[in-house]
C-alpha cells in the first residue's frame, strides 16, 4: 500500500503527514516512535477534509513528536559480533558465538549463545538470532494474549480471529478491520509489562475501533497504569 505525502502549516512549525488509505469510515491520527505522522482515512476522504483535521490535532502531535523526539536517536543497528548486546524481554544479554557443527541458539547465564559451522559469518549469526527471536516471539505472544484476555469481563468476545508476528518499521501492533491481531516482532524484546501493554490496546481495538475518548475510558478501566507502561516500553526500547 502507497503512502500519500503531504504537510500543513502550523504556526513556525511544517508538520509532515503520510496518508494510508483504507476501507474505513473515520479518520485516525497517529504518531509513530519515530516522530512520523500517519493518517488512515477513508478511501474516498478528501485532501482538504484531511488537512483541516491535522490542522486541528496539531497541537497534540506537536506534544506527541517531542515526547518521542527525547528517546532518539535510536539504538543503532546490530553487528551480531561476540559481546554485542542484545534485550530480550526487556534485560540485556552479550552475545557468545560458539563454533559447532550444530546450529543452536540457546539462553544461559546472562549470554545468549549461538551455535554455529561458521562463527566468523556474521550475516550467519544473525539469521540465526533472528529465527530464535521469531520462534519466542510466536510462543510468548501467544501466552500473553490468553492471560492479557482474562483482564476483560468477557474476554471471548476481544479474543482476536488470529494472531500476525512480522517485523514492523513503525507501529509496534495493530487490530484489523477483521480482528486480525499483528504483533512487531520487536517487541519480544521489550519487558512483559511493556508487552502486555501493547496487546491490552489492541484488544480493545476490538470494542472501539478508534482512538476517541471511548477508546481510553475503556483502556483506564481494564488497564489502569497503561501510561506507565508505554512510558517504560519507549524508554527501553530507545
Known sequence: MTAERHSVQYGEHRIEFAILRRERTTLEIAVEPD????VAAPQDAPLVAIEEKVRKRAAWIRRQQRYFIQFLPRTPDRQYVAGETHLYLGRQYRLKIVPHVQAVVKLTRGFIVVQTHRPERADLTRELVEQWYRERAHAKFGERLELNLLRFPAPDDFRP???IVRQLRQRWG???PASRLLLNRRLIQAPLDAIDYVI???LCHIA?????????????RILPDWEKRKHRLERKMA
Open 200 to 202: 491490552t490496546h489492541e
Open 174 to 176: 495493530s487490530m484489523s
Open 208 to 220: 472501539v475501533p478508534h482512538h476517541g475518548p471511548e477508546f481510553f475510558e475503556l483502556l483506564d
Open 161 to 163: 480471529k488470529s494472531l
Open 35 to 38: 516522530a512520523s505522522v500517519v
